[in-house]
């Protein structure tokens, strides 16, 4: 669990709520984790987190970055089932487990 924290920088981010969605994405999906998100901020999906990618998760509209972040993950998913329907079957899990994440200040 540690490695997945110190891959997204997790002690560098100043909103925990948006550190453990990116981390838990990570865990799940790998790097892919981190690139789609690159990818939904707008920024070059390399898979690392580093100084760009840590300015857009520390600015200071926290609950639009999580918002966002959020809505990225769920069409993540989704996108998953599109390429793939049979992997359907794991969509509701997925959407749960990314929805179970809630925002704090």
């Not at 709520?17 to 838990?24: G, H, K, P, Q, R």
Request: hydrophobic share 40%; charged share 25%.
């Amino acid at each position: 669990m540690k490695s997945y924290w110190d891959r997204c920088k997790g002690d560098q981010i100043r909103n925990q709520s948006i550190a453990e969605l990116l981390v838990d994405w990570h865990i799940n999906a790998g790097v892919a984790g981190i690139k789609a998100w690159q990818k939904s901020a707008l920024l070059d999906a390399d898979g690392i987190i580093g100084p760009k990618s840590l300015a857009v998760l520390n600015s200071s509209q926290t609950y639009v970055i999580f918002s966002r972040m959020q809505a990225a993950r769920e069409q993540y998913y989704r996108n998953i089932v599109l390429k793939n329907p049979s992997q359907a079957r794991f969509l509701n899990g997925w959407l749960n487990r990314t929805r179970a994440f809630e925002y704090e200040d």
